[in-house]
Structure formats: C-alpha cells, structure tokens
C-alpha cells in the first residue's frame, strides 16, 4: 500500500465537521502540492504566450510546454513527442478528431460499446454518423468475438474503461481486429490513464484521448495522441501558430502537433501536466495500479456483501468507479444524505444515458477511487450507506 494523502493538501479538510471522505475522481482528481504550486509558479513568475516571441518569458514558457509534451510522449509510449496535441480534455480531442474526419463519417458508421459517455457518443452523431455498439452480456462484458466490421464502418471508438462501471475494456484485441480491417481504432483513456500503464504503441491505436484534470494536472487541458500514420490529418480548428503560409487565397498548415493547435492553449494546464506526469511516474504506475485495485476490490467486496444494495457490473477487468443503488432510495437522496457525512460521492446518469437504459435504471450513486484512496475511504462509504438506509427504513 502507498500512503500519498500528505501530498494532497484539500484531503485535510472538513466537510460539515467531518473527515473529507473524497470519492468521486472519475469526475476530477484532487492536485498533489506539486501540480498546485507548478501553476501557481507559471502565472507568478513565468507567464508569457509560446512559440511567438523572442523575449526570455516567451522562450522559458515555450520551453516548459514543449518538455510537458515530452513527458506525455513518453508517458504513454508515443514514438515521439509530435503525436501528442494539447486540447481543452477529453471531450475536446474526441470532438477534433470527429470533425477532422467528418467526411469520411457522414453516412457511414462508428463501432463503439454499450458502456460508452457521452463524449463518445454525441461528437460522431454531430458528424453524421451512425451508431453502431458491440454486445455485450448482463455483467456488462463487452463481447469482442461479437463485433461486426462492415464496409461502412470507418472508426472504431470505445473506452478503455468505463466511468459508471470500472470495467476495463482489452483494447489491444479490439484494436487488432479492426486493423484486419484496416479500420482506424480511437481509444477514450479518460477512465484508465490515470490508474493502469498504456502504451500506444502496444494497443497500435491511430488516436488515444485523455483530460489532465481525471490525472492529477488543472483543469481544462487534455491530450490527443494522433498517431504519425494520420500526419496529413486536416486540422479541425484554424487560427494563429497552427499556419506556415497564409493568403487570402490559400493556407498551408505546420506540421503536427502545431497543426493542430490553433491559438494561445492552457500553458499553465499543460505545464501542471507534466509535473502530475513526473508525479505518478515517480511514484510508478505499477504500485498505483496494485495499490488501488487492493482498494478497489476491499470497497466492491463490502458493497457486494450489503443487504439491499445492488452493484452494477461485474467483468473480468475493473478499476476506477463503482456504482450501485440502495433499495428504495434514490440515487440523488442517497448522495444528499453521505454529503452530510462527509462522504463525496456522484449521483445520477454520469453522462451515459445509453448505458442506464440497458441497466433498465435511471441513475446510479457512484464511488471512484485513486491512488490517495484507502480502505478507510470504503469503510467510511459503508457506513454511509447503512446510515441512508436506516434514515429510510
């Protein structure tokens, strides 16, 4: 077990005279000191605009937004830094590449998993595609041997786990069938970068998208990894520092990854991501990984051991979130009733309407859980649940 609750100063606080009890960061983690101070140090002593001035600001500030992209590069095994594109987060780098390949989209298919958020939903509607979900059984196994590839499908895109369930998707033999296909794969890893090693190169996907916000890093950036095999990928977004030449009758665009970066991005987001890179690195992904699935599995035992509580999911792989709902409670007055206690968890659909439907529910109370997170948290998260239902008996 890692003990990292020191690092992470809003862990000290109290909610309602109560112990901060802080299960909810599939929805956004909380920032190590380090992550905190790194933006605070940008915005007092570093800021300036990258890639357009020559003055020392400029030049300091494109120099730590570049290494920030470097740590990524090699956070993930990228084969070299230009395949990763800052974004806004995960929403954004899918909404990109959506628009990016809206031609080849419109009125063909997308093949995605019955488990998908919406981010990975609406942006390929918006393109005109067509929906397509593998199957999956009533444990909420996605059935890889079920897929079906047709000449109309043109992207596979599917989450490597899934923020209401923790299951954890095998992205790598999915990804190996769609290239017999010679059908490009996108993966949203904004569930899963956060708690178990990737290599992009391992998976050989085209496109991997992740938010720094679920990692440790500030809000409002993200990364987009886009492999070198779509180089020549038309830019989604255009503006200033993303050109080489302009006229008024044509443009000529920069190579990637500036290509796709059209004007001033999070600096300060990037800069926090790197150093929440740094972070978990030094920490290792390996002891993170073991640490919270001691964690996980501790807290999903106890819920499964729970009268009247119906957990939801149950496949080979999980990491991440669990979600479950209390018999004659409602999800939202259970979550009312933990707050109270100081217990942070989420309620509702967690944006993944689909998903519910086929769960014949309409929302879940939902716990999530990182590397800060300990077995006292999942005590903690029972007793809630026995105090909602005693308030409800």
């Not at 299960?23 to 101070?37: E, F, G, H, R, Y």
């Not at 999956?136 to 047709?150: A, F, H, K, P």
């Not at 095998?170 to 069938?177: A, G, M």
């Not at 439907?357 to 590397?371: D, M, P, Q, Y």
């Amino acid at each position: 077990m890692i003990d990292v609750r020191k690092d992470f100063p809003i862990l000290e606080k109290e909610v309602y005279g109560k112990r901060l009890v802080y299960l909810d960061s599939a929805a956004t983690t909380q920032k190590p000191s380090c992550v905190i101070n790194a933006i605070s140090e940008f915005y007092r002593s570093g800021n300036s605009n990258i890639h357009r001035g020559v003055h020392y600001l400029s030049e300091v500030s494109s120099e730590r937004y570049e290494k920030a992209r470097e740590k990524v590069s090699d956070f993930i095994g990228a084969r070299n830094s230009s395949e990763v594109v800052f974004t806004a987060g995960t929403t954004d780098s899918i909404n990109q590449v959506a628009c990016s390949l809206r031609p080849v989209l419109a009125g063909n298919e997308v093949l995605i998993t019955g488990v998908e958020h919406h981010s990975n939903i609406v942006p390929w509607q918006m393109a005109g595609a067509t929906l397509k979900a593998i199957q999956m059984d009533d444990d909420c196994n996605v059935l890889i041997d079920s897929m079906e590839i047709t000449d109309r499908t043109k992207l596979v895109a599917i989450n490597h786990a899934s923020n209401v369930l923790g299951s954890v998707n095998d992205i790598k033999e999915i990804t190996e069938i769609a290239k017999d296909h010679d059908v490009p794969v996108l993966v949203d890893a904004a569930q899963s970068v956060q708690h178990v090693p990737i290599d992009v190169k391992d998976v050989d996907c085209d496109f991997l998208a992740f938010s720094g916000h679920k990692m440790y890093a500030g809000t409002g950036v993200g990364v987009l990894y886009v492999s070198e095999r779509f180089n020549d990928l038309l830019p989604a977004r255009g503006g200033g520092g993303m050109v080489d030449k302009v006229t008024l009758e044509k443009t000529t665009y920069l190579d990637p990854p500036q290509r796709y970066e059209a004007g001033t991005p999070n600096i300060a987001g990037a800069i926090s991501m790197g150093v929440a890179v740094d972070y978990v690195q030094n920490i290792g992904m390996d002891k993170i990984k073991e640490h919270e699935h001691e964690v996980y599995s501790y807290a999903r035992e106890r819920l499964l051991e729970m009268d009247g509580v119906t957990v939801y999911g149950n496949t080979d792989e999980m990491c991440g979130a669990i979600s479950f709902n209390i018999e004659g409670v409602h999800h939202y007055d259970a979550g009312l009733i933990m707050d109270k206690m100081g217990i942070a968890v989420r309620t509702g659909h967690h944006c993944a309407q689909p998903l519910m439907r086929s769960l014949g529910i309409e929302g879940t109370v939902r716990a999530s859980f990182a590397l800060y997170s300990t077995k006292e948290d999942a005590d903690m998260l029972v007793e809630g649940i026995e105090k909602v239902r005693v308030l409800h008996a």
